[in-house]
């Protein structure tokens, strides 16, 4: 998920040095939306591994 949202990102700074600004906002939009839940997901899996007594990789 990491990845789509440095994809998105990618996108906006090209979008933005072409002068496509609509596009941009968009494409930057979902790439901070995509991020997020990413960054939730890792840290809800870290804490449910630690709540199982698995330790972290």
Same mark, same amino acid.
């Given at each position: 998920?990491?990845?789509?949202?440095?994809?998105?990102?990618?996108?906006?700074? @090209?979008?933005?040095? /072409? $002068?496509?600004?609509?596009?941009? $906002?968009?494409?930057a939009?979902?790439?901070?939306? /995509?991020? @997020? @839940?990413? /960054?939730?997901?890792?840290?809800?899996s870290? @804490?449910?591994?630690?709540?199982? $007594?698995?330790?972290?990789?």
């Open positions: 998920m990491f990845s789509w949202a440095l994809l998105f990102f990618i996108i906006a700074i @090209v979008c933005a040095v /072409l $002068g496509f600004t609509t596009l941009a $906002g968009a494409a939009t979902i790439a901070q939306i /995509l991020f @997020v @839940v990413a /960054l939730a997901l890792a840290v809800l870290a @804490v449910f591994e630690a709540l199982r $007594g698995r330790p972290p990789i």
